[in-house]
T-cell receptor, first 114, second 112 residues
Framework: DADVTQTPRNRITKTGKRIMLECSQT?????MYWYRQDPGLGLRLIYY???????NKGEISDGYSVSRQAQAKFSLSLESAIPNQTALYFC?????????????FGAGTRLSVL | SQQGEEDPQALSIQEGENATMNCSYK?????LQWYRQNSGRGLVHLIL?????REKHSGRLRVTLDTSKKSSSLLITASRAADTASYFC????????????FGTGTQLKVEL
């Protein structure tokens, strides 16, 4: 089984719909992240959480919200999806510590907003 | 804006040749990492180099870091078709905790 699991793997939705992308991990890491990837733009950080009670906005948080239900679960919601949120979304985890920051990624969720 | 910019954007080589890709960044870092992404899949960590290191090796990978020029390079020696993927540099910024800022990536194609 994958250490970082994202569901669903693919999702097609319509403009204005609310959707949730889920991430769960078995690595025991405190730190979790949500990124989106667009062609030619690399990965951009949406939200991150350093523990269950800590939620922080990333570079591009507008239009998104998150919930850290437990150490192992971190969900990303699009309250009212719009077409320019069509992208590949990744969840990642890392161990605590200021200097070492290797991240472990899920397989991604491909989202299309029509 | 992106912290890291990679060059070239795309690279096509023959199997057995070496592949070199470069990354430039803007601000002081704790470390710089390279990740690999097979088409449409999650990123996989390859190698990390700390700001006080200049060169690091891992198997067929060699990474260099020049903090005075704010640049890094990744060399893959004796490339194989299975090395075909996108490669991203990511920087952990001084005072930035565990957050990483990713570059735009280099698409490597290794042909038989």
């Amino acid at each position: 089984d994958a250490d970082v699991t994202q569901t669903p793997r693919n999702r097609i939705t319509k403009t204005g719909k609310r959707i949730m992308l889920e991430c769960s991990q078995t690595k025991g890491h405190d730190r979790m992240y949500w990124y989106r990837q667009d062609p030619g733009l690399g990965l951009r950080l949406i939200y991150y959480s350093f523990d269950v009670k800590d939620i922080n906005k990333g570079e591009i948080s507008d239009g998104y919200s998150v919930s850290r239900q437990a150490q192992a679960k971190f969900s990303l919601s699009l309250e009212s999806a719009i077409p320019n949120q069509t992208a590949l979304y990744f969840c990642a985890t890392s161990e605590p510590g200021l200097r070492e920051s290797i991240q472990y990624f899920g397989a991604g969720t491909r989202l299309s907003v029509l | 804006s992106q912290q890291g910019e990679e060059d070239p954007q795309a690279l096509s080589i023959q199997e057995g040749e070496n592949a070199t890709m470069n990354c430039s960044y803007k601000t002081s870092i704790n470390n710089l990492q390279w990740y690999r992404q097979n088409s449409g899949r999650g990123l996989v960590h390859l190698i990390l180099i700390r700001s006080n290191e200049r060169e690091k090796h891992s198997g067929r990978l060699r990474v260099t870091l020049d903090t005075s020029k704010k640049s890094s390079s990744l060399l893959i020696t004796a490339s194989r078709a299975a090395d075909t993927a996108s490669y991203f540099c990511a920087t952990s910024l001084s005072g930035g905790g565990n957050k990483l800022t990713f570059g735009t990536g280099t698409q490597l194609k290794v042909e038989l």
